[in-house]
């Protein structure tokens, strides 16, 4: 498709540490920081006026799920104004916390692990064409998926060096580095379970769409990303992929025979270069594989011409990653994919302090790599000292906590703020505006995510602004 | 409209009282790389700085439920 809805929904981490005493647990915290929300909207579970959605999820996590956007620049933007959103809860906590005499630091991480090994994810969605045969594109999106942390892995020290897995054998214990922070908790190719057993991709089918026309693709084997350029990348190159299967483009077969094992051998060799068996029983590395899929791109491309304006930014951040992999030459993308930038600064800490990376040091700088606190976070550390590259400007991130993309979420934000304002009770979600009169209900579906106006919906939104409802 | 007014907390500004100036633009990388090297002694002090003394009681601390 020409034209497509993305969208990122993110858990984050949360933790009360207190080193004088004792912190609080993960759903007491979790319960406290969500106070102002249930104030805000009497559930913990609400849609924004920037068309987002805010709640807590499975094991307590706060999660943010972006807007419909339909730009890679109103994608990131909206990610990043997620991030600021939750941030701003974990801000508000402290205070209250320092107020009552509570003591310690809430933090708030933009990751996908923990100290006990518990996963939490980063899902993307992709709207796609109902017409494509959804089985041709899982085939061909697999081995890209397995295979592009060393593009976009958010990184990550493992102090007794990688963890066993099946046929993947660990090596001696030592400390390592490895792409990706997901990669050792994902178990299968494709599936309907999430918690239970973790696929890469989640084939449940729900389009939150006409279903008639369009599915959604449903990617929940990334990394979070703190880079806004690493979210670029991620959501680009899976976007153009998408259009060149959608397009009917014959392609290799590239079935892994193991793709669980494959992902995390890919992710634990810093060398790109490890072998992969293929069903039909040949041998790719990654950066193979990686190469194969941006000249295929590149040819469909320059045959079918950019559907964006990011398309030439995006092919050369995506050669030049894989050539930093290839030339072990990882400066050449340090200021902008997240498992560089965060290694950059952990070897400089290492260095300085003669330290390896068996040391619970190394741990600590990894995680709060991920602190989304301006001013304890080390991703925004280096961002305020213009070590990393931006993909959008401070003003759009500040827009997007108020306002909407132009999708179906213009209507629905629109919606939000003013049954807000109004006081007017009523029931939203990705599809339906809902008020609740006492003395009558009305509903509207939004079936087109791409439409930002929709006349019974103005016709609401006016009646509520105009005190009707 | 911060933040804190979806969540009405008052007038609060949204950022920490202590909080640094936003992220600068980006700028040439050659002249962004000098400016880093320059910068590490400092960048590490910085870290030094915010980071809980107690490494391994900090990361042992950080529990949560699993997610999806």
């Not at chain 1, 759903?27 to 249930?38: H, I, K, M, N, Y």
């Not at chain 1, 009552?100 to 990751?111: A, I, P, Q």
């Not at chain 1, 950059?344 to 991920?370: C, E, F, I, N, T």
């Amino acid at each position: 498709m020409e034209q497509r809805i993305y969208g990122i929904e993110t858990e984050f981490g949360l933790t009360h540490s207190a080193p004088q005493g004792r912190g609080l647990g993960a759903d007491e915290t979790a319960r406290r920081l969500f106070a102002p929300v249930l104030a805000w909207g009497r559930a913990s579970n609400v849609f924004l006026p920037n068309g987002g959605r805010l709640y807590l999820d499975v094991g307590s996590h706060p999660e943010y799920a972006t807007a419909e956007a339909a730009t890679l620049r109103d994608v990131v933007a909206q990610d990043v104004a997620g991030e600021r959103i939750v941030d701003g809860l974990r801000e508000q906590l402290q205070e209250t916390f320092d107020a009552e005499g509570v003591g310690g630091t809430v933090h708030l991480f933009k990751n996908n692990v923990d100290s006990a090994g518990n996963s939490f994810g980063s899902h993307e969605n992709y709207m796609i064409a109902r017409r494509t045969e959804f089985s041709r594109l899982v085939q061909h999106l697999l081995p890209f998926l397995v295979t592009r942390q060393v593009l976009v892995g958010a990184g990550r020290v493992h102090p007794t060096g990688p963890p066993a897995f099946g046929a993947f054998t660990p090596g001696d214990g030592a400390a390592s580095y490895s792409f990706s922070q997901r990669a050792d908790h994902i178990w299968e190719g494709s599936s309907s379970a999430t918690t239970r057993s973790r696929p890469m991709i989640n084939t449940r089918d729900e389009p939150h769409a006409d279903a008639e026309h369009y599915r959604r693709l449903h990617v929940i084997t990334g990394d979070s990303s703190m880079s806004q350029t690493t979210t670029a990348l991620k959501i680009g190159t899976t976007d153009v992929l998408l259009r060149m299967i959608e397009a009917g483009q014959i392609l290799p077969d590239r079935t892994l025979a193991d793709p669980a094992s494959a992902l995390r051998q890919v992710s634990h060799d810093l060398t790109g270069t490890a072998v992969l068996e293929l069903a039909n029983g040949g041998r790719r590395s990654a950066l193979d594989l990686q190469h194969e899929y941006l000249e295929a791109v590149t040819r469909f491309v320059q045959r079918h011409g950019a559907h964006h304006e990011h398309m030439d930014w995006l092919l050369e951040l995506w050669e030049r990653g894989l050539r930093a992999v290839e030339q072990q030459d990882f400066t050449l993308v340090d200021r902008e994919l997240d498992w560089a930038i965060k290694k950059k600064l952990l070897d400089s800490y290492a260095a300085a302090h003669g330290m390896h990376y068996s040391h619970p040091r190394m741990v600590q700088l990894d995680l709060a790599y991920h602190d989304t606190s301006p001013s304890h976070g080390l991703f925004h550390m280096l961002e305020r000292r213009g070590a990393v590259d931006s993909f959008i400007t401070p003003e759009d991130a500040q827009h997007a906590r108020e306002h909407a993309p132009a999708t179906r979420a213009s209507i629905r934000g629109r919606f939000v703020a003013a049954t807000h304002d109004a006081g007017v009770n009523s029931t939203v979600d990705w599809v339906h505006l809902k008020l609740n009169g006492e003395h009558r209900q009305r509903m509207v579906m939004c079936k087109d995510p791409f439409a930002t106006t929709q006349p019974d919906a103005e016709a609401m939104i006016e009646e509520v602004l105009a005190g009707r409802a | 409209m911060a933040q804190e007014r979806i969540f009405g907390t008052g007038s609060r500004r949204e950022e920490e009282p202590d909080a640094p100036a936003p992220a600068t633009p980006p700028t040439s990388g050659a002249a962004q790389a000098q400016r880093d090297t320059q910068g590490t002694d400092d960048l590490l002090a910085e870290i030094d700085g915010v980071l809980e003394t107690n490494a391994e009681a900090f990361v042992k601390g950080f529990v949560q439920k699993g997610g999806q």
